[in-house]
T-cell receptor
Framework: GAVVSQHPSRVICKSGTSVKIECRSL??????MFWYRQFPKQSLMLMAT?????????EQGVEKDKFLINHASLTLSTLTVTSAHPEDSSFYIC????????????FGPGTRLTVL | EDKVVQSPLSLVVHEGDTVTLNCSYE??????LLWYKQEKKAPTFLFML????IEKKSGRLSSILDKKELSSILNITATQTGDSAIYLC???????????FGTGTSLTVIP
């Protein structure tokens, strides 16, 4: 199956700093990538849809100025958590679709963010 | 409002048992349903179902879609401790790219 990588896998930062998370499709081109957030023992919550070459589409309640998404190429999307606070601590997961119109999403291994 | 509901929320069984996990959905213009397994990291893809009544099978895991009942089941036979995970059901939205995820079923297999 398609492989999606994420970096870093784990990050600890101080409150007020910004953290960038990278999501890469390794063996395919992804015109669309997705960013999810998951709290302990809860399901995935879609934050935004990242489209190559255009602005991301954010879900209701997600602050676009706080969670900056850039999809500069067909294999890379980045999520930057700006001015992080402890409540931003969570598990962030990206995913990508293989081809347009395909329903299957392949997930990256996730990034555990802890804000002190 | 579109939604996906899974049951049970959690399940504890002994090795060798057979389990059935349920997923029901109410999604406009349904076209497919996906099952994922999530262990400590991100979900891994198991099955995608599009046609009613056709069983998808991989080893001890199998799944069937019932479009009439708007539901799907995931069966795991002869469970092993390695099957312990959260099993997620997801249905793509018609518009946009969103997935509607269920809350997941947490399965624990005891030796």
């Amino acid at each position: 199956g398609a492989v999606v990588s994420q970096h870093p896998s784990r990050v600890i930062c101080k409150s007020g700093t910004s953290v960038k998370i990278e999501c890469r499709s390794l063996d395919f081109q992804a015109t669309t990538m997705f960013w999810y957030r998951q709290f302990p023992k809860q399901s995935l919550m879609l934050m935004a849809t990242s489209n190559e070459g255009s602005k991301a589409t954010y879900e209701q309640g997600v602050e676009k100025d706080k969670f900056l998404i850039n999809h500069a190429s067909l294999t890379l999307s980045t999520l930057t958590v700006t001015s992080a606070h402890p409540e931003d601590s969570s598990f962030y997961i990206c995913s990508a679709r293989v081809g347009t119109g395909a329903d299957t999403q392949y997930f990256g291994p996730g990034t555990r963010l802890t804000v002190l | 409002e579109d939604k996906v509901v899974q049951s049970p929320l959690s399940l504890v069984v002994h090795e060798g048992d057979t389990v059935t996990l349920n997923c029901s959905y109410e999604v406009t213009n349904f076209r497919s349903l996906l099952w994922y397994k999530q262990e400590k990291k991100a979900p891994t893809f198991l099955f995608m179902l599009t046609s009613s009544g056709i069983e998808k099978k991989s080893g001890r895991l199998s799944s069937i879609l019932d479009k009439k009942e708007l539901s799907s089941i995931l069966n795991i036979t002869a469970t092993q401790t390695g099957d312990s995970a959260i099993y997620l059901c997801a249905v793509p939205a018609l518009t946009g790219n969103q997935f509607y995820f269920g809350t997941g079923t947490s399965l624990t297999v005891i030796p």
